[in-house]
């Protein structure tokens, strides 16, 4: 069984992890070297799912 990770990413930080994999794949190329794992990871961080999350504070209602 293959273990999976959840990370929470806002807007901003998905950006900064797309561009830092694409500055990844892009030495990569330059060096003459398989970019398949780092595609595939490009394409699970831009293509995941958005979830809205709502505080409890801002939902309204009091948490006991």
């Not at 959840?6 to 970019?35: C, F, G, W």
């Amino acid at each position: 069984m293959q273990r999976q990770y959840v990370v929470k990413l806002d807007d901003y930080d998905q950006r900064i992890m797309i561009r830092a994999l694409n500055d990844l794949r892009s030495t990569l190329i330059k060096e003459e070297r398989p970019t398949d794992a780092v595609d595939e990871l490009m394409v699970k961080v831009y293509g995941a799912k958005k979830k809205l999350l709502v505080s409890e504070q801002r939902s309204g209602y009091e948490c006991r």
